[in-house]
């Protein structure tokens, strides 16, 4: 197949479109782009529908096997000249690589930490986002919970769009090895998850208790809350813990991200016995 040289061809059309989230969501579509990204998407099964690259990639091993991995999957090949990508691309330094991914829409009862009705095993993390803005911190936050053992995240509606190029690159591929819900309304989460003994543990920048201090048994849900003004009023009304992470520095504040990852981690390690 030839290279697509323009941007009037209708397939390279479609790709630009889903740049907006609008489109994105209409279409149940979204892309991802590197090297790393998409074998990270072949690797777990992601569905595909088409794969772009420019023509020098192939010159590279690593980009002619992952090239031919995915003909094998019967996975639509899209060649394009190198021009043309970094038009497609949304990076500066543009690797030639891109995939066409299908959104996975989950439900909370199909998690693996969620038995029927609502019910959460004993062992259960999941964390909560709710309106963060920032998409660095949501990828961060995914990646950290993926690296922690979290059974999913729930993002709440107002929380920053799942598929922004930016969210998706701070997963580092998180995004495919672990459920991520997205738009979820408070009522919902306090009819699906807070049955039982679930615990909600509120991140708070000051005020709250220390987190080497606390219990942290499971099942349990961190809410990580938007940068700005915290959780919401709904979340913050359901029975809760607030928890704040000592500073003896003179940083006035830690982002989401980090926050998050730290109180992750401190879960982690209690629940090691450490």
Partial sequence: MDPVKSTHNTFIKYILKLKKRRFREQEGRFLIEGVRFVEEALTWGWPLDNII???????????????????????????????????????ESPQGLMALCKMKRWELDEVSG?????????????????????????????????????????LMKGTVDLY???????????????????????????????GGDMSLLVGVPEGGQPVNNLDLK??????????????????????HTKVSIPMPGRAESLNAGVAASIILYEIVRKGNGQ
């Fill in 218 to 239: 499971r099942p349990l849900a961190l809410v990580v809350g938007s940068e700005a003004d915290g959780p919401s009023r709904e979340l913050v009304s359901l029975p």
């Fill in 164 to 194: 922004n190029s930016k969210t998706l690159r701070a997963t580092m591929g998180s995004i495919f090895h672990l459920p991520v819900l997205s738009n979820v309304h408070p009522s919902e989460l306090l009819e699906q998850l807070t």
């Fill in 53 to 91: 690259y420019s023509a020098d990639l192939l010159e590279s091993e690593r980009g002619y096997r992952i090239v031919e991995g995915a003909s094998v999957k019967n996975i639509k090949m899209v060649p394009v000249e190198r021009k043309l990508f970094g038009e497609l691309a949304f990076t």
């Fill in 114 to 154: 969620v038995r029927q009705r609502g019910r959460v095993k004993r062992d259960a993390l999941f964390v909560v986002v709710d309106r963060v803005a920032d998409p660095g911190n949501l990828g961060t936050i995914i990646r950290s919970a993926d690296a922690f053992g979290a059974d999913g995240v729930i």
